[in-house]
């Protein structure tokens, strides 16, 4: 890992270096790393501190590696954005942030041909995850814009978000596309050499990008207005004519605001792209969309007229972007065809916010994914579409249509006969990861049980190491059929190979999974202990096993306890320990309307003092009509049969 780690490092530091127009600032440049940290790293003048978790035991995924790679490079840009220049105030949070997380991105695509010690993937296919994350906290009820106003320290904890970090990236990378790289670069070489060793503005960055882009027309103000003073995602889907031949065919933009209370339509530069009936890409164009409902361009259809069309090609603007009835049904059944990784994620990303919004049945997402899985050649966006996949079926799809459908059974038997073919590293350590959540079944649980006692040749090609089975035992305390004295005998031999920190969690986490009745009430009376020694990820640990899905008809007994106590947990621990009560033992039934009512009835009665408890109850709210949508989507729109 330390290779990789400072190969990384003092090629950033050069890019840095020619790209800002400024030395590093300081004199040495420390890499520490801490156990039980509760952020992934910390910027500290010349002495960063990073989380444990990025200290690796077994083989990693490419896109686990790309992300060490991106903190270590976020980290360093803070060296000169945050360190050599500090914003005066919260207010100008998102900026520290947003910069870091943007330009170390860019850096990387930038630098990674150089780098000898390890092959990156490409970074765009990571920053298109943290895009959806903001694009997803921005149709929540708690969005915010980007610069937020802060009246205080204690507010500014709650804008360490997804709007803070990846909205505001994906934002400042529609400006650098707006202005160009060049005058980016002299911007922040002005910024860095007026400011250093002071405090700034948002106003003295964005007078410096004004002046460094004045060449492009650059205003820095109504970009400010539309931009950063205001919440909320636009949504843009193409409207065209799939019969249309003239040479004067008009292809319209449609905007609108996803979310009816943030209402704003903003200006975005993208390309748009036509597809041919194989799939390939033949015209883009660089359009710039207006801040209004209705944009329309005209292209000439008379030789060949596209069986799809694609807005923002590339991901250039921050935008949710819909699809076509043909365009979606084109790429529904030609997924494949498509050349481009980059261009799959965008369409699959697509596709898994038409379910979230219930423009597409859940049970139709999985089945796509399960007949297109096996052929996806590119990990990070095999990465990308199981994680939605897992997403779709815990959140969007109904359990009866789950069963009816054998989707966890058709995935897990997609999966491993994939990782029993493959013979990539990089594609078995990402696939056993995915193969192990899709067990959900005895015959899958026996399965599992085969390949931790090396008794399955058919994956003895697979690492199995520490990490991989601490996985494999979480499905195994699940199952009816195998014994508990066997899942203690097993767990016994793991904790011998694995005196680790993390091995301790583990056990703590599966032993609260298979605790009696008796261990049950005590286990939820420590989660009241305020004398407790034990550690908010201890406790947390103990906390997913209690709560397991296989607990869930236990766990029926303690909802209406966790409703009751949720206010006093929030006024008498802190916020970790807080956030941690809300979410891991939240229920897990589907009775929608019944626990929208509860949370609601918490949430009347919580004053402002209460911020990390109110965010959490309306946002947890708008899940939960959000998921209660989608049911209804599914299971009368479904088109898939049996």
Sequence with gaps: MTTPMFETLFEGIKFFEDFFKVPFPFSKYDSIFCPEYNVGAMENPGAITFNESLVWREAKTKEQILILGIVVLHELCHMWFGNLVTMKWWDDLWL?????????????????????????????????RGTVMAMNEDQKPTTHPIAADCLNTKQSETNFDAITYHKGCAVLKQLMFLIGEEAFSNACSNYFNKFKWKNAELSDFLGALEEAGSDQGFQAQPWKASWLQTAGVNECIPEWNPLGRSAQEKVVIRQTAAVPNYPTLRQHRLFLAFFDEEGRVYQKHNVLVKAQTETAFYYDFSHKAPSAVLVNYGEQAFMKILLDEKSRDFFLGNLAKIEEQHTRAIIWVAFWNMVRDARLSGVDFVSAVIDNISRETDTSVLSLVLTYTISTLDYFVPAEQIIQFNLREKLFNVLKTMLISERSTHVTTLLKRFFISFAKDESAYSYLEQWINGSLEELNHVELGLDTKWSILVPIFRSLNISLPRKYELLRKQETEDKSDFGKKMKLRLEAQVADDTKRREIWASFFDKTSKQSVKDIAKVMEGFNDVSNSAKSEAIYPEYFRNLKRVYQERDK?????????????NDRFDENIQLYQDVLQNTGEELVWLKRKLQDQIDTLQRRKKAYQFARTNTQRKI
């Design 96 to 128: 520290n942030e947003s910069f870091a997380q943007y330009v170390s991105l860019h850096c990387l695509a930038r630098v990674s041909p150089r780098i000898q010690s390890i092959k990156y993937s490409d970074p765009a296919l990571l920053q298109m």
């Design 576 to 588: 970790e320990f807080g956030n941690e009560f809300f979410s891991l033992l939240s229920p897990l």
